[in-house]
């Protein structure tokens, strides 16, 4: 009887669980029931070496998460920037710093732009890099609070762009969490924006990540910007897209005491640019040594920002060259660019083409020349990209034709050349037009062989900055001959 009392005493504990399962009958089913009831609380046992009496097993991981999560839920909150600046201002230095962003950045750092605060020059900062090639842009702000802060370029770029044309509020904090379990900070930083319309906050990572900005040890060699800029567009169409030929990608830059050289060459064509510097500078500029010669070749990449970014209005544009680095740098107005040049020895093309000579004169109008290219350009495809070029000096005439499959065409133009010469011979259309257009007067003159030599075509009649002394060549490449 006492150990059925014993076991009798046990069902009020366990009734409440077990009534919404089943009701005992009698005492031998009660009886029956007992040995379950010790399994079932084995498994809810508590280890020898936790006092129950101190603290309930329920309660202490709720206690424990409680405790970190009220943590955490009081950051340190560090306040960064606050400044007011114009929409415009901010726009445009976006739109010019987005140039540097890797299409597919290797680090989440390298999609964003570090905005600097710097409240004693009361401007704003922006720095924009894929390693190879940083572009910084300033613009004049109301500096509140100095800071700085790395966000994706693209979004806020977005962002500017749709704020309508009036003052934008910039603002960034950083929040620090220290976690219990670890001895290590976590820091959340945000940049938010606010117009007249609504308020934007986006999510950041710390300058502290952002990729160090190297400045180049050198003595700025100042140029005038029209000739820098006229320089590389006569010879920037010519480079190499092939990643292959490595250093055909960019322009090969010859700096000395009087001279400026751009040479370009893809393995098909040549351009080659050379202008004067003497008497055009309206300021003094580091004077070079009688025998020294600076040359570097630049990624194609990099001067096609230097063109676009170089308005009328640049006077003057800063070189710094650092050949121990192999990095140089450019300076105008409020804006920085640096990138590395390329490696490797560039071809001699002017030793390549002192072999030919060129004892024909052909002499075109350019605008009917390249209108002309434009026309039958609609018929060329990805197999065949040549057109003819049929001289007649008895008609004083060029014919341009092309044939193809689906189509031919025929374009007659005037032409100013030797009454005796007929002469067939076929380029690469794209890579004609492109030349023509390069070229920067009214006319083109085309020094020329035969069917099997390259031609040389130079600015002819009115030019478009006389003021300039330039000397512009650019040489092509037959496709394949046919005599007439």
């Not at 351009?271 to 004077?287: D, H, M, V, W």
Request: charged share 25%; glycine share 4%.
């Amino acid at each position: 009887m006492v150990q059925t009392a014993s076991k009798q005493k046990v069902k009020p504990a366990m009734q409440t669980k077990q009534t919404s399962v089943v009701t005992p009958k009698c005492e031998n089913e009660v009886s029956a029931n007992i040995p379950e009831i010790p399994k079932a609380k084995k498994k809810k046992t508590t280890p020898p070496d936790v006092d129950i009496s101190a603290e309930p097993i329920s309660n202490k991981p709720t206690n424990k998460r409680s405790a970190k999560l009220e943590s955490n839920s009081q950051p340190l909150i560090e306040l960064g920037m606050e400044v007011i600046c114009s929409q415009t201002k901010f726009h445009d230095a976006l739109s010019l710093v987005s140039c540097a962003t890797p299409a597919k950045p290797i680090h989440p750092i390298l999609a964003n732009a570090l905005i600097l605060a710097d409240i004693e020059t009361q401007q704003i900062h922006l720095t924009v890099t894929d390693l190879a090639l940083t572009i910084q842009a300033s613009f004049e702000a109301q500096v509140l609070l100095k800071g700085e802060i790395t966000v994706p370029v693209e979004m806020l770029f977005d962002i500017v762009k749709h704020c309508p044309n009036a003052n934008i509020n910039l603002n960034s904090q950083t929040q620090i969490i220290q976690l219990n379990d670890e001895d290590k900070q976590t820091k959340i930083c945000s940049l938010g924006l606010s117009d007249a319309d609504g308020k934007y906050e986006i999510r950041g990572i710390s300058a502290e990540e952002f990729p160090p900005i190297y400045t180049i040890d050198a003595t700025p060699i100042p140029l005038p910007a029209t000739v820098f800029k006229d320089g590389l567009k006569g010879a920037i169409y010519a480079i190499s897209t092939d990643e292959n030929k490595y250093i055909l990608t960019g322009v090969h830059i010859q700096l000395a005491q009087e001279k400026l050289k751009f040479i370009a060459t893809d393995g098909h064509r040549v351009a080659i640019t050379e202008l004067s510097i003497l008497g055009i500078a309206r300021k003094p500029r580091k004077q070079l040594e009688s025998e020294e010669i600076i040359q570097f070749t630049l990624p194609g990449r990099v001067l096609k920002e230097l063109v676009r970014n170089l308005d009328e209005s640049v006077e003057f544009i800063n070189l710094w060259y650092d050949s121990q680095t192999n990095r140089l740098g450019f300076a105008w107005q409020d804006i920085i660019l640096k990138c590395q040049y390329l490696e490797g020895a560039y071809p001699d093309c002017e030793q390549l083409l002192a072999r030919f000579s060129f004892d024909r004169e052909v002499i075109l109008e350019k605008a009917f020349l390249v209108k002309a290219l434009e026309r039958l350009a609609v018929l060329t495809d990805k197999k065949e990209k040549g057109i003819y070029l049929q001289f007649d000096g008895t008609l004083q005439q060029l014919r341009l034709s092309i044939e193809r499959e689906f189509g031919k065409g025929d374009q007659v133009i005037a032409a100013h050349l030797p009454s005796e010469m007929s002469l067939n011979i076929q380029f690469n259309l794209k890579y004609l037009v492109e030349a023509a257009k390069a070229i920067p007067s009214t006319a083109i003159k085309i020094h020329l062989q035969q069917s099997d030599h390259p031609v040389m075509l130079v600015p002819y009649g009115d030019r478009q900055n006389p003021e300039l002394e330039m000397s512009m060549r650019q040489f092509l490449l037959p496709l394949y001959t046919q005599n007439a």
